[in-house]
């Protein structure tokens, strides 16, 4: 805490205005009497909302003499949309005044250097003292007291009803739902976030089946009907049918059984875990923190353990938990997992022989090898964020929380703040767009040939179709050519494809083409490696590399074309070559290839 001499405390102003008021414009002149406490927050921090929930006590036990306002303060792009805020208010269930200072007007008026900062203003209107970080709620409770006492005998404390109302509720199945999984009978089961519940969903993924908990925040187990979560998130699916939940709020592991409808505690105690506390053991024992989302790897549940920027792992063999990466500092730094550091760890998915993991506040994706290593494949920092496809190297997300592995090794990510599905490949170190306007995706599900995205914003799972070559089908061996001479230098690849006769190509989720390039030894090629949406492109060709093979894969989708056909039915065209190429000088500069339905007589 930062103690202050007497200090007037200036005006809120944002431009964004005034949130849970009315539409009413508040002043701390008309505030005056009160002890008001601003919440310096930005809805991506993890320790904001850890701030948020720890006030809520003291603004239940104060509510006739303290008023808090939260003044939104944003870091990433995203959060200063007005919208962005709008929603993220509700779906944090917060219960007083919020400015929106997209600009950080306020924020520099107070010298606000960091989220969340906390300042206390006496019924005088002066600022009486400043926190920065979390877990100062006992302290300002106990502040609270004394300017009560001291201003209730100078007579300048006022009480009254806070100046907070309640938004009209909206009538939809899910509220800012955010983590999906499949279920063995084909129903899919959603974390229900903002309502404190989880909805079993049909094979649709939109008719709601039944609903795990009361809707009351709470930390009770029992029946389906009488159980209690507080903003449940992460889903993972057990060998034996049951689903482990992440109980975020609640900071803790919870396990429901579909058959009997039960839920009970498998992790957590209910509290927060702090600094210098266990962070292995009985399970039961230890403090978890903000566990945000959880996968079935090697036999334990790895835990996405965003309040303290780790992962830990649940052991069901022997009911232990244990950190397994992260030294709890925040920020992105490879290398063994004790070594090292992640920055609110978000969404998991599993592979046989990797873990991948949305590392949200460094925009990254990442992945933990079997031995434990953690390596990145997109991101570079705390700050680096936007939307950029290409190389890993350059490639941008921004605050991603979901991840999911495709079929063929790549993986899908819920780039949250971008309102996209991007996916990056591993073979080639490519990142790409699958689709745009999507509302803070939060998650993805792969089912079959789509992908089923937890639209969090738009309240529902929106079901999309998966590139062909995401599917791991491809037709087999590659064709062997003979060996082709071509001149060093610049080399024209060309590949022909024609719909087949009634087919047109497939557009409606973006290019229905793909061109893949790459060679053996790869110094072969100086520019032109790599994937691609067209079917031609211009390779560089070392001269200083006489001969080598090129590996080329082409890709292209068609559909039925006959209006009267409902749902037409669909095509994929898939070739791959290998190429030995000979550099001579003097050769031909074009390499024409066939996918199909050209003649080539």
């Known amino acids: 805490m930062v103690k202050h001499a007497r200090v007037r405390a200036p005006e809120l102003v944002g431009r964004g205005g005034w949130i849970n008021t009315g539409d009413r414009e508040l002043s701390l002149a008309a505030l005056r009497g009160r002890i008001v406490v601003l919440d310096f927050w930005t809805f991506c921090c993890v320790n904001c909302l850890h701030a948020l929930d720890e006030l809520r006590e003291l603004e239940e036990r104060h509510r006739d003499t303290v008023v808090i306002v939260g003044v939104h303060s944003p870091k990433f792009t995203h959060e200063a949309e007005h919208r962005a805020v709008l929603d993220a208010v509700e779906r944090y269930s917060v219960e007083h005044p919020v400015l929106d200072d997209p ?34 709620a ?4 106990r502040l609270v007291e004394e300017l009560e006492a001291r201003h209730a005998a100078k007579g300048t404390l006022r009480r009254g009803d806070a100046p907070y109302v309640a938004p009209e509720p909206e009538p939809t199945t899910l509220r800012f739902p955010g983590k999906a ?29 039944r609903r795990i908990g009361s809707g009351r925040r709470g930390f009770t187990d029992g029946p389906a009907d009488r159980a209690e979560f507080s903003e449940p998130q992460g889903l993972a699916l057990l060998g034996d049918g049951s ?19 039960e839920v009970t505690t498998l992790a957590g105690t209910g509290r927060q875990h702090r600094p210098g506390e266990p962070s292995r053991g009985a399970a039961r024992a230890v403090s978890l923190s903000s566990p945000w989302d959880v996968a079935l790897w090697n036999d334990r549940v790895w835990i996405a353990m965003a309040g303290v920027h780790q992962l830990w792992a649940y052991d069901p063999r022997d009911g232990s938990v244990t950190v397994t990466a992260g030294t709890g500092n925040e920020g992105l730094v490879d290398g063994p997992g004790p070594e090292a550091w992640f920055a609110q760890p978000s969404g998991l998915s599993a592979t ?39 190389p890993a190297a350059r490639a941008l997300l921004q605050h991603p929380l979901g991840v999911a592995a495709l079929p063929d090794g790549s993986v899908v990510v ?34 079959g040939g789509d992908v089923l995205v937890v639209e969090s914003a738009r309240h529902r799972l929106t079901r999309l179709r998966l590139p062909h070559d995401a599917l791991g089908t491809g037709s087999g061996e590659a064709v062997l050519r003979g060996t082709t001479e071509a001149a060093p230098g610049t080399l024209r690849l060309e590949v022909a494809f024609r719909a087949p ?10 290019p229905a083409t793909r061109l893949l390039v790459s060679a053996t030894p790869p110094e072969l090629l100086r520019a032109g490696e790599g994937a691609g949406t067209e079917l031609s492109r211009s390779l560089d060709l070392d001269p200083s590399v006489p001969e080598g093979m090129l590996h080329v894969s082409a890709t292209a989708a068609s559909c039925d074309d006959d209006l009267d056909v409902p749902y037409p039915a669909c095509h994929v065209h898939q070739k791959d070559w290998k190429i030995p190429v000979r550099l001579v000088e003097g050769a031909s500069d074009r390499l024409p290839l066939v996918l199909t339905g050209v003649d080539t007589a």
């Open 103 to 136: 600009e950080r007007v306020t924020w520099r008026q107070y010298a606000v250097r960091a989220w969340p900062t906390l300042a206390v203003i006496d019924p005088e209107g002066y600022v009486v003292a400043q926190y920065t970080g979390e877990g100062h």
């Open 138 to 141: 006992h302290a300002i409770q």
């Open 181 to 209: 999984v499949s279920l063995p009978s084909g129903t899919f089961l959603v974390s229900d976030t903002t309502r404190h519940q989880l909805v079993e969903l049909a094979e649709d993924g939109e008719s709601p089946v």
């Open 243 to 261: 689903v482990v939940v992440a109980d975020t709020v609640n900071h803790a592991l919870r396990r429901y059984e579909p058959v009997t409808g």
């Open 352 to 390: 046989d022989d990797r873990l991948w993991v949305a590392d949200s506040e460094t925009s990254a994706l990442r992945w933990v090898e079997l031995d434990g290593t953690v390596r990145t494949a997109v991101g570079t920092g705390l700050f680096d964020f936007g939307h950029r496809d290409g």
């Open 414 to 447: 819920a780039d949250t703040y971008n309102h996209a599905l991007r996916r990056y490949a591993p073979p080639t170190g490519e990142v790409s767009t699958l689709a745009t306007d999507l509302r803070e995706p939060s998650d993805a599900v792969v089912v």
């Open 501 to 510: 006769a009634g087919q047109k190509l497939d557009q409606r989720y973006g």
